[in-house]
């Protein structure tokens, strides 16, 4: 690099301007992957449930929460409770992402240093939702069939208002709710997802039955 | 589940031993002086008798030789600890400046700097270095006074939630509850910040917990399971890349930030060298590999050379060595690398496809798997027109500047003339602006952990306090000839000057070159071209004049206006046993080329402002 001016003194460093110079004809998209043209990589999202397994300190939760919002993740819904081993929890997400999307929350997670395991919990896993419904009271009977007729139980029945639980996969949930809004619902709490893998798969990567301390699994590949 | 760090009572079931200590009721008054009596005599390591001491021990058992910081009501046991200490500390002004030393520490030691602040104020004044080395990826220790446990959350006197405030900014930061357990605490929180890829990391102190008798020193510190990764790629994958890099017809290194914290640049250049494959480097990768060097292009990115930029346009095998692929260096996705399959080496598995699809991920540490790599390439890639090509690119877009008798003198040639007068393992810290990119562009870097900048999350003012820690760290090492030089813009070094004032009082041997342009210059340079000129807030002629300033402070200024002043006062600088600043005037106008517009293709670089 030499300091000999060679130009007429302006802001200007000498070589051709840039439409002047070849370019190539390819490009990327988005997610940085080389575009063929003719097979254009599209990535559409959707709902994945992860489930992790972290230790039970303080902040943990807050730190996986963080993450998830700092790196603009959508997440539909989380839930945490304990394990059968003291001092470890589980944290399942219900989230709607790209599969690089998805990639990315689970390298990211897997990173936290109390997250001993995390992944994706298999399509076909075990997934259920407790909801607690209050609905108008005008009608008792029908309301009364209606929870019947989605395994639900009635917790509180008043006058004007009655209480209702109800438990199961999302499909279920959601069919259930559109019975009830023919009474119009007062108010509605909903835990979110959980989810367990079916059969002998472990739920988070390397999960093993009464394993505390076990090293963080790096979930890449 | 308990999810609250400002519930830290629950990290203390026994309750607190000390919280009914009368001696420092109020929570800010002075340490227990009855505390120390009886440890000070023997090897601190092997005994402690309280928290503060534990922490200091647990430093001292990790090796830690500096720390910068400043003193104040929550952190003064451990500062009390650290006056029997092997651990030297440096009293900066302020606290962000301690945060940035211990950064530029870590960065020329190759070891975690350590920086201390108190509660409140204090720890939120480190939040900038904190971020600044998060962004770049620097092994950093904090360690922050927190008010007495039975008082947080009660938003006390100087609390703040250190460790929430800190927390998307920390490799993991901890409240350390326990005086039985704090040593520990702080040595595993010194060990995580250097294993994998590096990052700083905090512990939260709370007064009385510092305070609180216990004999527990700290045991051998180890890394938390799961955080020290293998440093071996998977073999296979390491096979597939290699028949992809021996078939490649353009191949291009691209050696970023983790080749110099991973001590990998003897490989890198060992690997380039042997396959004859040219190289260009990330902004934080610069000194990896020479740039002298006839394989190097230099950095490139949006004010990168042309030749490095034209290089990654046109490769179709670029082999990606420890960088996260930031869009100062990436431009568009859409145009970064167009042709290029993508070979990615990386400790941290999250930055595989995170940002450029890596086609080839290679997962472990950046010197391990290069030699795996040579190991596997069988034949080096045919290459030699390849090579021509990127001697021809650098030959058609040198890294040039005029210097015409009717302007005002070149901020370039006050780079080119400290790069002249001093040897090649001298040690360059900037702030952020175009002088950063002047001295990143026309200096010629030959060794890793030369050029110690704030790259990703570029914070103004980092030069200054960065000198200190760089400076600090050569003498610790016992290489007090060699130079340190700060190049600093005029906006930067107002950010941070009162850090001069460490160095006088250490007497540290520091050039501080301010290229004063009296403007903000990056933002005027782009208000030129892209806001028609309006020049919003980035006039900065009310400069005060800095040679005088730092005859104030006890340093030697000298103030340079021409061309014929520079060399001498550059010679009277460097021979200067001490700090000296000189303020160079020089051409307000001049802008940083080339330049990629943000978000463009590295390729399309504007040659002059009028191409942008």
């Known amino acids: 690099m030499s300091g000999e001016g060679t130009t007429d003194g302006t802001n200007e460093m000498p070589g051709p301007a840039p439409e002047e110079r070849p370019h190539p004809e390819g490009r990327r998209n988005l997610e940085g992957h080389r575009v063929d043209p003719a097979v254009e990589a599209q990535h559409d999202s959707r709902r994945a449930v992860l489930s992790a397994l972290v230790e039970d300190e303080p902040g943990v939760l807050a730190r996986v929460s963080g993450l998830v919002s700092r790196r603009q993740f959508n997440i539909e819904s989380l839930t945490v409770g304990p394990t059968t081993v003291e001092g470890h929890s589980r944290i399942t997400m219900v989230v709607e992402e790209t599969d690089p999307g998805i990639d990315q929350i689970e390298k990211q997670i897997a990173k936290l240093k109390p997250v001993i395991s995390v992944g994706e919990v298999s399509g076909n896993a075990v997934t259920s939702e407790l909801v607690l419904l209050k609905i108008h009271g005008a009608e008792p009977d029908k309301v009364h069939a209606v929870t019947e007729m989605y395994d639900g139980r009635t917790l509180d029945a008043g006058p004007e208002t009655i209480t209702v639980r109800l438990t199961g996969d999302e499909s279920k949930i959601d069919d259930a709710l559109d019975a009830f809004e023919q009474f119009g619902i007062i108010e509605i709490a909903r835990t979110g997802q959980t989810a367990l893998a079916r059969g002998n798969v472990p739920t988070a990567p390397g999960e093993k039955p009464g394993t505390a301390g076990e090293p963080t699994t790096p979930t890449s590949d | 589940m308990s999810d609250s760090a400002a519930q830290p009572r629950e990290d203390d079931p026994e309750g607190t031993d000390t919280a009914s200590d009368p001696a420092d009721a109020d929570g800010t008054g002075a340490p227990d002086a009855t505390g120390d009596e009886t440890n000070t005599d023997g090897d601190p390591r092997g005994t402690v008798s309280t928290g503060a001491e534990a922490v200091v021990a647990a430093l001292e058992a990790a090796g830690a030789d500096t720390a910068f910081g400043v003193q104040g009501g929550a952190i003064m046991p451990v500062y009390d600890a650290l006056f029997d200490s092997s651990v030297d500390h440096v009293v900066m002004a302020h606290e962000q400046g301690a945060a940035h030393a211990a950064d530029a520490y870590g960065v020329v030691a190759g070891e975690p700097g350590v920086c201390l602040a108190t509660s409140g104020p204090g720890a939120t004044n480190l939040v900038t270095g904190i971020a600044d080395a998060d962004m770049d990826s620097d092994a950093m220790l904090a360690l922050t006074g927190q008010v007495p446990t039975e008082f947080v959350g009660n938003d006390a006197f100087q609390e703040t939630d250190t460790v929430g405030v800190t927390r998307p900014i920390t490799k993991h930061n901890y409240f350390a509850g326990e005086a039985d357990t704090v040593g520990d605490v702080v040595g595993e929180a010194f060990t995580l910040a250097d294993v994998g890829r590096p990052g700083p990391t905090l512990v939260d102190l709370p007064k009385d917990v510092t305070q609180a008798d216990t004999e527990s020193a700290p045991g051998p510190a180890t890394a938390p399971p799961g955080t020290d990764p293998d440093p071996n790629a998977e073999p296979d994958a390491v096979e597939t890349a290699a028949r992809a890099i021996e078939e490649a017809d353009r191949p291009l290194c691209l050696f970023g930030g983790g080749v110099i914290k991973g001590d990998a640049s003897d490989a890198a250049r060992a690997f380039a060298r042997t396959f004859e494959i040219p190289v260009t480097t990330t902004m934080p990768g610069i000194g990896s590999v020479p740039e002298g060097d006839d394989l190097c292009l230099s950095w490139a990115g949006m004010h990168g050379t042309g030749h490095a930029n034209m290089a990654i346009t046109h490769t179709d095998c670029l082999i990606a060595v420890g960088t996260r692929f930031d869009d100062r260096l990436t431009g568009g996705i859409d145009t970064f690398a167009p042709e290029a399959e993508v070979v990615h080496i990386d400790i941290d598995p999250a930055e595989i496809s995170k940002n450029v699809h890596a086609d080839y991920p290679l997962i472990g540490d950046a010197g391990t798997v290069l030699e795996q790599l040579t190991a596997a390439i069988r034949s080096p890639p045919d290459a030699d027109e390849w ?133 903000i210059g990056m933002v005027r340079q782009w208000q030129d071209a892209f806001y028609e000129g309006r020049h919003m807030a980035s006039d900065y002629n009310w400069m005060p004049e800095f040679d005088k300033m730092a005859e104030a402070f006890g ?47 590295n390729g399309q670089f504007a040659l002059s402002e009028d191409q942008l």
Request: aromatic content about 10%; hydrophobic content about 40%; proline content about 7%.
């Open chain 2, 555 to 601: 340093a030697l200024g000298i103030r340079v206006d021409g061309y014929d002043e520079v060399a001498p006062a550059v010679e009277e600088a460097l021979e200067y046993d001490g700090p000296a600043v000189i303020d160079f005037h020089v051409d307000p106008e001049e802008n940083v080329l080339p330049m990629v517009p943000s978000g463009g293709a």
């Open chain 2, 387 to 519: 090579r021509e090509r990127c001697l021809e690119w650098q030959e058609t877009y040198p890294m040039t500047y005029a210097t015409p008798d009717d302007e005002p003198l070149k901020p370039q040639f006050v780079v080119e003339a400290f790069d002249e007068a001093t040897d090649d393992d001298t040690i360059v810290t900037t702030g952020v602006g175009q002088h950063q990119m002047w001295a990143s562009q026309f200096w010629t870097y030959s060794e890793p952990r030369t050029w110690v900048s704030s790259h990703g999350l570029g914070t103004m003012g980092y030069g200054v306090p960065a000198a200190i820690g760089a400076r600090v760290a050569a003498d610790t090492m016992g290489d007090p000839d060699r130079d340190v030089i700060c190049f600093d813009g005029d906006g930067s070094f107002l950010m941070t000057m009162q850090e001069l004032s460490v160095a006088v009082r250490e007497d540290l041997d520091i050039t501080f070159a301010v290229l004063n342009n009296e403007y």
